[in-house]
């Protein structure tokens, strides 16, 4: 009998919660109530604004949209919706009053908006001191064909080759000469140049010649 009574308290608590939630499905349809939802996309791209900002200007409630430009509300026939999104312009959209269900569904397409900025002049020098100071200091006579010559010149050159890693051919070359001598001298001693009379003769010639003055 208790498992009987407490079936039956059960069985009463569910019917009236049905009672109640059609009881307030049929004064939301009473009142008029729609379910609005949407995509906005851009008229340029038709791609997806996301977090687009959607405000029922009517109620003064609004909702953001998602990441794929999805958003949903609910709103009054009638209502003027505002969308807003950055590089578009903000346009209306008026919900109809003429809708026969409760669930309506949009595709709200956004013209896109030029933006003009200012012109912005960037200096080298970060105030009119410094400028008056490279000013003062400028060397008139230092053009550029002056200051390719001197940055082109043999010791900036020297300097930054000096200063450069050893590319792949260079490297492979040295490891050939490498193994060239090897093969040459096989089995005997390296070659040592000091003691060749040739390359002496071919150096003293050349700083007689004055090859050696113009290195």
Sequence with gaps: MIKLASLFSFLLVLSSFHANAQTEEVEALDSGLVQLSGVVVSEETLGELPYTTVLD???QRGVFCDYYGYFTMVVYPGDTLLFSAYGHKTSNYVVPDTLGNQFYSIIH???VDTIDLPNVEVY???SREDFARAFVNMDPY????????RQLSGESLAFA?????????LAYGSVQSQY????YTNNQLPANNLLNPYAWSKLIK???DGKLSKQ
Excluded at 142 to 149: E, L
Excluded at 161 to 169: E, Q, T
């Design 180 to 183: 060239q001598t090897q093969l």
């Design 142 to 149: 230092d053009d550029a064909i002056r200051r390719a010559q």
């Design 206 to 208: 050349d700083w007689k």
């Design 161 to 169: 080759a000096a200063r450069l890693d050893v590319d792949g051919s």
């Design 57 to 59: 200007k009517t109620s």
């Design 124 to 126: 080298p020098w970060p």
């Design 109 to 111: 397409v956004m013209e």
